[in-house]
Nanobody, 115 residues
Framework: QVQLVESGGGLVQAGGSLRLSCAGSGLTFSWYAMSWYRQAPGKERELVAVITSDGSTNYADSVKGRFTIYRDNAKNTVYLQMNSLKPEDTAVYYC?????????WGQGTQVTVSS
């Protein structure tokens, strides 16, 4: 059974930093493209960042230069380093694993950025 567990969310002031982690189990982690999504209240879930199995990355324009996605396959974990946080980054952040069109989601972790 595939499980993804996010951690690292919390309350931070604008301009601060957080690092989110997503630990996977029950899957061959290195095969999967890993993504971070977020969903703010009243808004649709949006893609924040993705890292492929070969390490290529891509980011939403709104987070480029501030967020960094990286993975440690030995630990079955993907990270999202978030710097220079803004109030508009407030959302529930979810990680997703994708392989051969099979998607698995974590339960989400709340990030709140105060102004």
């Amino acid at each position: 059974q595939v499980q993804l567990v996010e951690s690292g969310g919390g309350l931070v002031q604008a301009g601060g930093s957080l690092r989110l982690s997503c630990a996977g189990s029950g899957l061959t982690f290195s095969w999967y493209a890993m993504s971070w999504y977020r969903q703010a209240p009243g808004k649709e879930r949006e893609l924040v960042a993705v890292i492929t199995s070969d390490g290529s990355t891509n980011y939403a324009d709104s987070v480029k230069g501030r967020f960094t996605i990286y993975r440690d396959n030995a630990k079955n974990t993907v990270y999202l380093q978030m710097n220079s946080l803004k109030p508009e980054d407030t959302a529930v952040y979810y990680c997703k694993a994708r392989f051969n069109r099979n998607d698995y989601w974590g339960q989400g972790t709340q990030v709140t950025v105060s102004s």
